[in-house]
């Protein structure tokens, strides 16, 4: 990885500065490899270009893992639970810095992790974040960001706020089990146990959905299902999710019942929304300002970004989109073409949104197995077609 040079317009005499800020490819490279296929394209035909890679993530899985490549950090861990109680370990970071705490839902409470056992729509919990969040805050950090996504629960936050200390009564003032349904009971929030820090930190929550907590468009109705969730399942958990909106709102003041992005994971925002003053984000801008993007496409000749499928989610919210518009938003207004596995997204509609062109890697009709072998190998290619393009007479 190379620096990075400041100003208020690229110098077209130098060697041109090249940003390479990919999400991961689902199933075949992680943001940190696709980065660096990209980068050794670039180079393949504009051997002097200066090429700054940035992996990037949406906010969801796959965020921590960016992070870390670009800070040249190794993952902590902490012995928690997943979320169905059995023992885990789950991974976090810190900036080199020390300043901000990285945790990903999906690290202790994620669908991965219980994938093996049958689902439990009205038991999984996260608590094991909470948990996660705990050692997070012991190490000192003065900012947390939680990266949300691939959760396996519908409990609103209550596990997490357990975690760290809380506990969920019911009017005899026993704690309620764990999961969604438990909330069902839930009659009191007691803070008095809650982790010394958990209120003296800022909390930034990663979210690309605008769902409420409860309703039609809510948690239980539309995410429910992914997790195993009858319509039952779903009926019951929306209507204890509206108890906790409620229990929440008369313990803090804070309503959080139709609050856009509270739905996402599960429900989680809402309870740091309440209880710890957490502010939600877009994932991709809370990652770009995270590694140093908009600070990178100040002096940048071309950008280049990426991820398995480009189609129309592309373009709301997700890293191109992110990249795009910082890349529209800064002093050189450089190119940004999207290398993607696939490209679903009509022409014009890139370009609305900022993209100058999208190319797909595959050669040709070729099955799904043999492009995912050659991922890397696709990718520096495709990225040199890209370069010859825009950057090989210029530098010349």
Do not use: Y
């Not at 509609?349 to 890697?361: E, K, L």
Request: charge should be negative; charged fraction near 20%.
């Amino acid at each position: 990885m190379t620096g990075t040079t400041q100003g208020s317009a690229p110098d077209r005499s130098a060697a041109p500065h090249v940003v390479v800020a990919p999400d991961s490819f689902k199933g075949s490279l992680p943001a940190a490899a696709v980065a660096e296929a990209l980068a050794a394209g670039v180079r393949d035909v504009v051997p002097a270009a200066r090429v700054t890679c940035l992996p990037m993530a949406d906010g969801g899985e796959g965020t921590l893992e960016a992070l870390l490549g670009v800070w040249g950090a190794g993952p902590r861990e902490v012995a928690t639970v997943d979320a169905i109680g059995r023992p885990t370990t789950a991974r976090w970071a810190v900036s080199p810095d020390g300043k901000v705490g990285v945790v990903e839902l999906a690290e202790a409470s994620g669908l991965p992790r219980v994938a093996d056992a049958p689902p439990r729509p009205l038991g999984a919990h996260t608590r094991g974040t909470g948990e996660l969040a705990a050692a997070v805050l012991d190490a000192g950090v003065a900012e947390v960001l939680v990266c949300l996504g691939g959760s396996a629960s519908t409990d609103g936050g209550a596990g997490l706020l357990a975690g760290l200390g809380a506990r969920v009564l019911d009017a005899a003032g026993a704690p309620v089990p764990d999961g969604g349904a438990g909330l069902a009971r839930a009659a009191a929030l007691d803070l008095s146990g809650l982790h010394p820090r958990a209120r003296q930190v800022r909390w930034r929550v990663a979210v690309d959905v605008t769902n409420p907590l409860v309703g039609e468009l809510g948690a239980a109705a539309v995410f429910g299902p992914q997790k195993g969730a009858g319509p039952a399942d779903v009926a019951a958990l929306d209507a204890a999710l509206g108890r906790w909106a409620d229990l929440l709102e008369r313990t803090t003041g804070a309503r959080t019942h139709d609050l856009p992005g509270a739905g996402a994971a599960g429900g989680v925002p809402a309870a740091l929304v309440a209880v710890l003053g957490a502010e939600l984000e877009r994932g991709a801008d809370l990652v770009a300002e995270s590694v140093g993007l908009p600070a990178a496409l100040a002096d940048a000749a071309l950008v280049l970004t990426g991820e398995g499928s480009f189609d129309s989610q592309s373009v709301r919210g997700k890293v191109a989109d992110g990249v795009a518009r910082l890349a529209a938003a800064s002093p050189a207004r450089p190119p940004v073409v999207v290398v993607a596995g696939q490209v679903r997204l009509p022409a014009a509609q890139a370009r609305a949104a900022g993209i100058a062109a999208a190319f797909s890697i595959a050669p040709g009709p070729v099955a799904l197995e043999e492009l995912l072998g050659r991922t890397a190998e696709r990718l520096r290619e495709t990225a040199a077609h890209v370069t010859a393009l825009t950057l090989a007479g210029r530098a010349a």
